[in-house]
């Protein structure tokens, strides 16, 4: 039941994981401790998201919030969390247009291959503001044999070359595909053309918009494709490339963008390191091992697959220890 506390002290939240069946989805998820029911195709779990709204071809068109799964918040949703604390979780980031928290976080599961498909240009979500940018990047967890991911354009392709590609089918010879490699990551900013092949599961960071615009399915039927959309938005420019998984006790910075940063950290065994950034919420992805948050709160311990939101009021003063041999997590951190 939700607390009855009035005005709790900001703590670091867990979240209760969204599951979401997909095409493309599968059993994979379950290396990440989430409960996937039997036979059942799940291709999304997320684990931090505040969303009024979906679009209806991504999440169904219905609001997705998060709930807090422990201490005075439990049972309520993060953007209750944002309402009750303010800038205290915030800090100096700015909340959505429509007031919720700027972040979403997934995990990926792709028994399939997902959609080729682009998210809203500057240019196009400036014009049409019921679509709203997706700055994204993919941190590749595990990987088949052979597995890819298509990333950005061949050097010379023309948007007339694509038009024609999507009517014959072939959209996916013009794509550069990238072998899946664990450890390394993929920033896909908004109006890349991209597609998570099959074999794939990675944790998703991204800002919190599902508005896709689809050119090619692979053919499956049934799913509605955006061809003149997707055509104006695509950029085509190369895609970055990938950043590698860092070595034992370093730390690697693998996005920067306007709207967030994202690292990654290994502590060795017992080795303990500042949340932080000073001021600015900070969210916590354990990718192996678990870790335990000290600070002026109860200490709370993050386990594999779990994510955690560190309130910016409290980030300078928290730490992570790694509690059960070396553990490796990465910590998305909000821009102002």
Same mark, same amino acid.
């Given at each position: 039941m939700p607390t009855t506390t009035p005005n709790p002290t900001p703590y670091p939240l867990l979240f209760n994981p969204i599951l979401f069946p997909k095409v493309w989805g599968g059993q994979a998820l379950r290396q990440l401790g989430k409960e996937i029911p039997p036979n059942a195709t799940i291709g999304e779990s997320w684990e931090l998201a505040d969303?009024? &709204?979906? =679009?209806? =071809?991504?999440?169904?068109? &219905?609001?997705? $919030?998060?709930? *807090?799964?422990?201490g005075d918040l439990a049972g309520r949703t993060l953007a209750e969390a944002m309402n009750i604390w303010g800038t205290a979780l915030l800090g100096s980031a700015k909340p959505t247009p429509e007031g919720n928290y700027p972040l979403l976080v997934k995990f990926l599961d792709a028994n399939e291959n997902l959609s080729v498909q682009v998210h809203p240009s500057p240019a196009y979500a400036f014009a049409h503001p019921e679509c709203k940018l997706k700055h994204e990047c993919w941190y590749i967890l595990a990987a088949q044999p052979g597995a890819v991911i298509y990333k950005g354009l061949k050097p010379g392709t023309t948007r007339q070359a694509l $038009?024609?590609?999507?009517?014959?089918?072939? *959209?996916?010879?013009?794509?550069?595909?990238?072998?899946?490699?664990?450890?390394?990551?993929?920033?896909?900013?908004?109006?890349?053309?991209?597609?998570?092949?099959?074999?794939?599961?990675?944790? #998703?960071?991204?800002?919190?918009?599902?508005?896709?615009?689809?050119?090619?399915?692979?053919?499956r039927t049934g799913r509605e494709l955006h061809t003149q959309h997707a055509l104006t938005c695509i950029d085509l420019a190369p895609?970055? +490339?990938?950043?590698?998984?860092? !070595?034992? &006790?370093?730390?690697?910075?693998?996005?920067?963008?306007? +709207?967030?940063?994202?690292?990654?950290? !290994?502590?060795? +065994?017992? #080795?303990? @390191?500042?949340?932080?950034?000073?001021?600015? &919420? +900070?969210?916590?992805?354990? @990718?192996?091992?678990?870790?335990r948050l000290q600070g002026p709160f109860e200490p709370i311990t993050v386990h594999m697959g779990q994510t955690c939101l560190i309130p910016a009021s409290i980030a300078e003063g928290t730490t992570l220890t790694s509690t059960a041999g070396p553990c490796t997590y990465l910590r998305a951190a909000l821009r102002s």
């Open positions: 969303m009024p &709204s979906t =679009s209806a =071809s991504g999440a169904g068109g &219905s609001p997705v $919030r998060s709930v *807090i799964r422990q $038009r024609q590609a999507t009517i014959a089918g072939t *959209i996916a010879e013009m794509m550069v595909a990238v072998p899946a490699v664990a450890g390394e990551c993929h920033n896909l900013p908004s109006g890349t053309c991209h597609a998570l092949g099959k074999g794939v599961l990675v944790a #998703e960071v991204q800002t919190p918009s599902d508005t896709t615009f689809r050119l090619y399915d692979w053919g895609a970055p +490339a990938p950043t590698r998984k860092c !070595t034992a &006790s370093c730390a690697e910075r693998h996005v920067c963008n306007e +709207a967030f940063t994202l690292d990654e950290f !290994t502590p060795g +065994a017992g #080795e303990s @390191l500042g949340v932080g950034p000073a001021g600015q &919420s +900070a969210v916590v992805i354990m @990718l192996a091992g678990e870790g």
